[in-house]
């Protein structure tokens, strides 16, 4: 039977508001299965790609021992949350991707917004604008969206209206974002920030409202894949040993109490704070973020699985979709 590839809605979708990580949504217009692959990221610190690396925050990764196991790097820190690679990256190279996509802050990008993309993720930030003003600096995702109009811009100065729209046809835009509005807005507050919080239900919809206005950038002809990383993510947690790791809970990186450190004290041979011995072994790199095995797991998830992890089709048949 053929796919029907057809625009996507939020409809029979069940968003669990607890969610630490919330689902990522793919779209794209039409993908032919013969073009080279073009990735627009969009989202929070699962996916950034060195964003904040460029802006005054205190949600950082430019420090050893993060991005310990980022090849391209040579082990050097880039700004990614984690050991390794992010979870948009390995979907990436599952559907052909030669590079990744750079980060929108890094300088000279432009040119590459043709070639390969633009990464436009955020540590700390949320669907919400608010979301993350004690880390100060971030990057919202009104303000992501508005800085890949700029892309936009300069690629019609490129190749033109028409050629712009033919390009971004081939493309895919992903998303992943909102677990920092959930822990912002509706976890326990934090003592010294005494922050109010919100019934869950009450600010889901709000956000989901949000959301959906953002998404409409997007287009009355995108589809949408709603891809469910939080049960595949709960799956890893409950069944962790069947999945080759030994530790679910603690991170291998720093602690999970305040204030959640992950480090290298002094020079590049010194010994890295609390860093665990086997990073294939753990789920967590730090308090908040998966390791790079873990992300690999949930990608692979989220390009070939069925309709219970990604809908209404896998990432693969999006891409796939004429």
Avoid at 1 to 10: D, N, P, S
Avoid at 111 to 118: D, N, T, V, Y
Avoid at 119 to 124: D, H, I, R, W
Wanted: aromatic share 14%; net charge negative; proline share 7%.
């Amino acid at each position: 039977m053929a796919l029907q590839c057809k625009m996507g809605t939020f409809d029979n979708i069940n968003f669990k508001p607890l969610s630490l990580l919330i689902p990522i949504f793919l779209s794209l217009y039409a993908v032919p299965s013969f073009s080279n692959f073009t990735t627009f990221v969009f989202g929070d610190s699962l996916v950034d790609a060195g964003n904040n690396d460029y802006i005054f925050t205190l949600a950082k990764a430019d420090s050893p021992p993060y991005g310990i196991d980022f090849k391209p790097s040579g082990g050097h820190p880039t700004g990614r949350f984690t050991n390794g690679r992010t979870i948009a990256e390995m979907v990436g190279q599952s559907l052909g991707a030669k590079s990744y996509p750079p980060p929108y802050l890094a300088p000279n990008t432009e040119a590459e917004a043709i070639l390969k993309g633009i990464n436009y993720a955020s540590g700390a930030s949320g669907i919400m604008d608010k979301t993350g003003f004690f880390f100060i600096g971030r990057i919202p995702l009104g303000e992501q969206v508005n800085n890949f109009e700029q892309n936009r811009n300069y690629m019609v100065n490129a190749m033109g209206e028409n050629g712009t729209r033919e390009f971004l046809k081939k493309a895919v835009f992903s998303l992943t974002i909102g677990s920092n509005d959930i822990l912002n807005n509706v976890q326990p507050s934090i003592p010294f920030l005494g922050h109010e919080k919100v019934f869950p239900t009450t600010f889901l919809d709000f956000m989901i409202s949000n959301l959906t206005l953002q998404l409409e950038e997007m287009g009355p002809d995108a589809i949408f894949v709603f891809a469910n990383s939080y049960d595949v993510f709960m799956d890893i947690l409950a069944n962790y040993r069947r999945f080759g790791f030994e530790n679910e809970d603690e991170p291998c990186c720093g602690g999970y109490f305040p204030p959640f450190v992950c480090f290298q004290r002094g020079d590049a041979n010194a010994t890295a704070s609390a860093l665990c011995d086997y990073r294939s072994k753990y789920v967590f790199w730090d308090a908040y973020h998966p390791t790079e095995d873990a992300n690999l797991i949930i990608a692979k998830q989220l390009v070939d699985g069925d309709e219970s992890v990604s809908f209404p089709f896998n990432i693969r048949q999006l891409y796939n979709c004429n």
